[in-house]
């Protein structure tokens, strides 16, 4: 019922406050969170950087819920960085789907393509979505031209589809996609299109549902209200709103168990990666068929 951090942002003003991941956000600036949107969540915290906002969150190690008082920053985070991990498997991992994030994922294909990948992990757990038309722009990279990879359900229940706007002849390798509990919005998307089209299998865990359509409504006191205006579907008319994404291969970590990235990934070996406590990235490679006994 009440929102829960999946994990804070390396380096980020929520990190810097002892935000963990497994928090459970109880309020907001006094404000209850009980059954809110992901998104209204998010509108809730965000705001002018030097400002602050008060969070009541709830540690799963201590009973008493605490209040953390954060100081609001910009955060500059690539929407997507990449390592090449033992067995010629390009890791990439989209973190947002910001402004850039198209652009940033051509380069990393590139690379990865240059520097001898010949199969690819795509990571989106613990991506809260971002901008629609990314989310569009990056699928299309995935998919043939032309192909529906999202519905909009209106409340009269008329419907609009987006399709896809380019292909990419970098992307013709073997792919997986990573997902979790905290691949939100625009990431449910993106692994919902994959799937119905049979070009990805996803590995992790249920995403949390969070395709609805917000529009903000302005009241006579100058605040405004967010209601949802639509829903989004997924090629095969899936409903992701309050469904969620569910992976084709279920394999859960536990919440202190924090996902490998590009970066922790750095110059990992074979034993390592063989050893490592994130199974779903151990998953991964069986599912494309490289075999880590052998591979270099």
Do not use: C
Request: proline share 6%; aromatic share 4%.
């Amino acid at each position: 019922e009440y929102p829960t951090v999946t994990a804070p942002i390396e380096g980020s003003p929520a990190e810097a406050a002892g935000i963990k991941a497994g928090d459970i956000i109880l309020s907001v600036n006094g404000e209850s969170t009980r059954g809110l949107e992901l998104e209204e969540v998010v509108n809730k915290v965000r705001g002018k950087p030097g400002t602050t906002v008060t969070l009541e969150i709830q540690h799963l190690d201590q009973e008493a819920p605490v209040e953390l008082t954060v100081t609001r920053a910009a955060v500059n985070v690539p929407a997507v960085t990449w390592r090449m991990l033992p067995g010629k498997v390009g890791l990439i991992k989209l973190s947002q789907f910001q402004e850039k994030a198209t652009a940033e994922l051509k380069r990393a294909l590139k690379e990865a393509k240059e520097q001898g990948a010949e199969k690819l992990i795509l990571d989106v757990r613990n991506n809260p979505g971002g901008l629609l038309n990314q989310a569009v722009s990056v699928t299309s990279q995935f998919l043939p031209e032309g192909e529906v990879l999202l519905r909009v359900r209106e409340r009269d229940g008329t419907e609009d589809v987006y399709k896809t706007n380019e292909s990419n002849p970098e992307t013709e390798l073997p792919v997986v996609v990573l997902i979790n509990q905290g691949s939100a919005s625009s990431a449910e998307i993106f692994s919902g299109a994959l799937q119905d089209y049979g070009r990805a299998k996803l590995i992790g865990v249920q995403t949390p549902g969070a395709g609805s359509v917000l529009s903000p409504f302005q009241l006579d006191d100058g605040s405004a209200v967010y209601l949802g205006t639509a829903e989004w579907l997924t090629p095969k008319g899936r409903q992701i709103r309050n469904e969620g994404i569910e992976p084709d291969i279920t394999v859960s970590l536990p919440l202190d168990v924090y996902p490998l990235t590009p970066t922790t990934a750095k110059d990992l070996s074979v034993e390592e990666i063989r050893q490592t406590e994130d199974t779903q990235i151990q998953r991964a490679y069986e599912e494309l068929g490289v075999d880590l006994s052998t591979a270099e």
